[in-house]
């Protein structure tokens, strides 16, 4: 069975720390996206991947950074975590071949005090 | 650039009801569109496609056509259960890099 796995169902962490959020997918997926999804927005694309060592912006990457060193492997960074960054963070993957087809991690909600 | 728009919520329905979510969308082209489901504690998982116009998806009863004439791709079941209870979004690939644009999301509740 494909998996995205999300390493963090729940995080609390405190103003100005640094947070790691980490996604593995099994699927030899070349494209990885971190999304954000807060209530009444939908989801929010953050950063995403269409290769080792490669990134783009999304809509919203103020205050967030990546990194992708292995195909598999795809973490957002919140390099000084503030309190308008609480919110369900979702990890997808792709290949390169599906327009449109993701497969999504099971989120990881992060709160930030 | 590239938007869905849907229907907000929540939808109350009770079991057995009709559902119709609505949504549309602006795009240049004639992308492919779709329908991803959120079941509670969990990530989206997609629910059905359709890849070109008069196409319709379906999947565990639920289906969608891709009318390019009204620029519209709505989401219906004939008869809802409990365990339909989820947040639906509409989709559309936008941009390069096989980038999704979604909806904000439509919460349907079935009432037993």
């Known amino acids: 069975d494909v998996k995205v796995t999300q390493s963090s169902r729940y995080l609390v962490k405190r103003t100005g720390e640094k947070v790691f959020l980490e996604c593995v997918q099994d699927?030899?997926?070349?494209?990885m996206f971190w999304y954000r999804q807060d209530p009444g927005l939908g989801l929010r694309l953050i950063y995403f991947s269409y290769d080792v060592k490669m990134k783009e912006k999304g809509d919203i990457p103020e205050g967030y950074s990546v990194s992708r060193e292995k195909k598999e492997r795809f973490s957002l960074i919140l390099e000084s975590a503030s309190t308008n960054q609480t919110s369900m963070y979702l990890c997808?993957?792709?290949?390169?071949?599906?327009?449109?087809?993701?497969?999504f991690g099971e989120g990881s909600r992060l709160t930030v005090l | 650039g590239d938007s869905v728009t849907q229907m907000e919520g929540p939808v109350t329905l009770s079991e057995e009801a009709f559902l119709t979510i609505n949504c549309t969308y602006t795009?240049?082209?004639?992308?492919?569109l779709f329908w991803y489901v959120q079941y509670p504690g969990e990530g989206l998982q997609l629910l059905l496609k359709?890849?070109?116009?008069?196409d319709k998806g379906s999947n565990k009863g639920f289906e969608a056509t891709y009318r390019k004439e009204t620029t519209s791709f709505h989401l219906e079941k004939g008869s809802v259960q409990v365990s339909d209870s989820a947040v639906y979004f509409c989709?559309?690939?936008?941009?390069?890099?096989?980038?999704?644009?979604f909806g904000t999301g439509t919460k349907l509740q079935v009432i037993p």
């Open positions: 997808a993957s792709s290949p390169t071949w599906t327009a449109g087809e993701l497969f």
């Open positions: 359709a890849t070109k116009a008069d």
């Open positions: 699927m030899d997926h070349e494209n």
């Open positions: 795009a240049t082209g004639y992308p492919s």
């Open positions: 989709a559309l690939p936008s941009g390069g890099y096989q980038k999704v644009t």
